[in-house]
């Protein structure tokens, strides 16, 4: 496929984008400016079915699957409709590996559905990564589905911080035997058509569902990431045009941002950068979003091919509805070569004991103690400690070493279930414990970023958590959920190296 | 039977050949066209030359793509020998039938009294990357959605269970029988590339492609070509003394996407064009005895005896079930309703004569011609008296475009 015809598809596809003729109702997918009964006269409404829910109307199990989808094996297509609109598209199930035997169709008819961003297939003869919303999970799995409601932010500006989060884990995992390695016993990894574009996406999306505000006054996005899609190709773009941030025109959208990288803290440093932004006069908008997005990278057989996750946390940042605000920000940076990739390596490299003392505990624990100084917070004055965790162990020992206890950085130890998510790390363990804090705790979070360096930030919770405190997804339920899957390692490996 | 003082033919076949199907390993596109070509220009009763040839029409879904080309015309008109009009249809699996439409019309319309259709594909050029190519005859939204083409019948045929099997056992047995009968009708078939049999337990424990539908519920991947010679009724006669007279050509189209049509259990451009075409031949289907019904997977001859007309709708199955029971013995199988039967692909259909997909549409025309002129061999239909009306119907992609024609003895 041509990069114009890609273009084209994007405008369509990412959305579920249709028209509707207002005079005799007739939906056009993929969207016709005029209507065939009414012509040039017709007068067409533009529909947008990404935050809708649908149903199966009728499904195959594609056993022998086209070149295209090979890497994806056998899976359920099939045809689906929106009940409550009348019209029908084709599309795939995913996060669904069928049975050998033949499934039962006909219990499947009907059932519910809940559009996601996946990739069609991966790779292609152009290079290109093809993606769009007509890819299904059963809204009675995983992934219920989640109304997007806009409520118009209150007029009342407070200080910037945290007005809306999405965390989102992947539903496939893989389990370390036994205690797991180094405290991790269970890690996501992506299902077949899942990358750090779609994860991005997803957590997005969950994030603008949480705060209830409405996409276009989100007109900035940072995505950090060291598992970019693209080595040249701003993952940024995709979430723009994929969340629609900004407001539309001509198919773009007024909205900027770029993707970042700094190892595992290439999205929390931009915190601060994202509340001083919605302050700034000369910004043309209020809200920034920040994703930190990995499928983690680790060489086959490698310490840390046991720890990896993958998954990403949204945060949107701003100046009214504020559920957390920005109280506190410092960073501490040195040359320390402790992990690295070239352009063009597949895996990392690292150090060994190296990333230990000289690196991770030398910069978590200086940029923490330098916070409690500046803030001028004791350790007892914090509720919840969030430090980055590659494994369950660095974490906690950085903690005990910078005087908090065992209590107060339990809820942010997400990694030994879900894995070290690389830039998502911080991020989803903040959404952890954003998900159970009380207004009035604080949050004292250090991240820490190979090459090197840490930015720590002390967050003070609101009033407002209560309210939006029902439309979030918690990182706890994603862990615990009855309808994860776990895999073997020649299929997490698989997974692992076709994303 | 076509009434005497009723519609009179629009053209007639004087001439068809045909290669055999399968995977012919060796031979290229060309050589297949031409060898189908010779042999229908030999088949003509009272001789003709290849000069007689005013134009020609055929079709071929592939060519261009496998073989890289464009300007087929010219190098058609290599292999012919002819620097006459020349034009290509492409149709996908309709495109024989399209060649075969338009060979028509270019006679109807005067232009020409005498022209070739043929129709060719060489499928196993592509060998692994068929399964993609196919999916050009779908929607692209279908493609990405991860279906193969098996896998586009295979959500109509789960739908036609879901709304009419509804569970009954003798539901899946009834899509089992087509192929098993298909299989039987080909025994006496020397083209065909399956001539061997399958009973229905085989078809129901044959590996699972795109669930529900089996391996053996698919026509297979073929090479092959079939053409044809087309001329006036009136020229007719001068070529031989027993001319297979066209009384219908009806072409209809739908859209291409599953998603936009109303149900997944018929296939509306069969329902139009086969309407039209009964009309244009002044018939019922009821009084077709025998028909060439586009067979490419099992559903849809089911669905197709229910779009004729000669089923009502979500019925087949039950009257096909029924149709089986009895066979023992026969060479055909006949599909019985309460006032007629009639002999659905007597080679075998493109499940065992074989589905080069180009050539389909014209080789179901080279089945009728033999049988209509009792030619056919150990494929003969059976009939009481003279067998003296045929019917083909060739469909593209999942009912994108539909050719009906309907064929007679009399003039």
Known sequence: MSEPITRRKIIVDYRINATVCQDCGTIYFPPKSFCYNEGRASRMEDLDFFYKKGALYSGTVINTPSNKFKDLGAHISGIFEFPDHGFKIPGRITDYIPPEDSVDLSSLVGKEVVPRFRRNYSGSEDGLVHYSSLNFSFGDEYYPHQEYVKIEPSKEVEKPGIVGYGVYLPKYRIKNEGRGVLGVTERTLPFADEDTTTFSVEAGKRALIHAALDSTYVTKCFVGTESPTYAVKPIMATVAQALELGEKFEHGYFSGGIDSQFACKAATDLYVDAAALVNYPAFEGEHVMVIGSDNSQAAPGDPLDYTVGAGAAAFIFGRRDVIATLDHYLAYTSDTPDFYRREGEKYPRHGGRFTGTPAYYKHVLTATKAMLKKSELAPEDINYVIFHSPNASFPQRAALQAGFTREQIAPALTVAKIGNLYSGSCPAALGAVLDISEPGDKILMTAYGSGAGSDSYVFTVTDKIVEKKERTVPVQEQIDSPHKEYVDYVFYRKMKDIN | ?411
């Open chain 2, 1 to 411: 039977m076509v009434q005497k003082d009723g519609p009179k033919p629009i053209a007639a076949v004087v001439g068809a050949g045909r290669t055999k199907f399968g995977e012919l390993w060796y031979d290229n596109p060309e050589k297949l066209l031409v060898e189908a070509g010779l042999e229908c220009i030999e088949s003509v009763d009272k001789g003709m030359s290849r000069k007689d040839i005013e134009a020609c029409f055929f079709g071929s879904f592939l060519y261009q793509h496998t073989n890289k080309r464009g300007l087929i015309p010219g190098y058609m008109a290599q292999e012919l020998g002819l620097n006459i009009p020349i034009t290509m249809t492409e149709a996908a699996c309709a495109s024989g039938g399209a060649a075969v439409y338009n060979a028509v019309l270019a006679v109807k319309s005067g232009k020409f009294d005498t022209v070739i259709a043929g129709g060719f594909e060489k499928m196993s050029d592509r060998v692994d990357k068929i399964m993609d190519d196919l999916m050009f005859a779908a929607d692209p939204h279908e493609f990405d959605a991860g279906f193969t083409f098996p896998g586009l019948y295979a959500v109509m045929m789960s739908r036609y269970l879901y709304d009419y099997g509804k569970g009954d056992e003798q539901c899946l047995d009834a899509l089992a029988i087509v192929a098993s009968k298909n299989h039987h009708h080909a025994m006496g078939n020397p083209y065909a590339q399956y001539r061997r049999e399958f009973n229905v337990d085989a078809v129901k424990r044959s590996a699972l492609v795109a669930d529900p539908i089996r391996l053996l519920h698919c026509s297979p991947i073929s090479d092959g070509a079939a053409s044809l010679i087309i001329t006036s009724p009136e020229k007719a006669r001068e070529m031989t003394d027993t001319p297979v007279y066209i009384y219908a050509s009806q072409q209809a189209t739908d859209n291409v996407a599953l998603s936009t049509r109303v149900n997944l259990t018929g296939v509306k451009a069969t329902r139009l064009a086969m309407g039209a075409a009964l009309d244009q031949a002044g018939m019922n289907i009821s009084e077709i005895p025998v028909a060439e019904v586009h067979d490419c997977f099992t559903i849809e001859e089911v669905m197709y005896m229910e779009d004729s007309g000669f089923y009502k709708t979500g019925e087949a199955w039950k009257g096909i079930f029924d149709s089986y029971k009895d066979y023992e013995g026969l060479r055909h199988i006949p599909y019985v309703n309460k006032k007629a039967e009639v002999i659905v692909n007597p080679g075998g259909g493109l499940k065992a004569d074989g589905h080069p997909v180009g050539a389909t549409g014209v080789r179901q025309v080279f089945e009728v011609y033999r049988q209509l002129r009792g030619e056919a061999g150990d494929c003969q239909v059976e009939s009481d008296g003279d067998l003296n009306s045929a019917l083909c119907h060739n469909i593209g992609g999942t009912g994108g475009i539909c050719t009906v024609h309907i064929f007679g003895r009399d003039a």
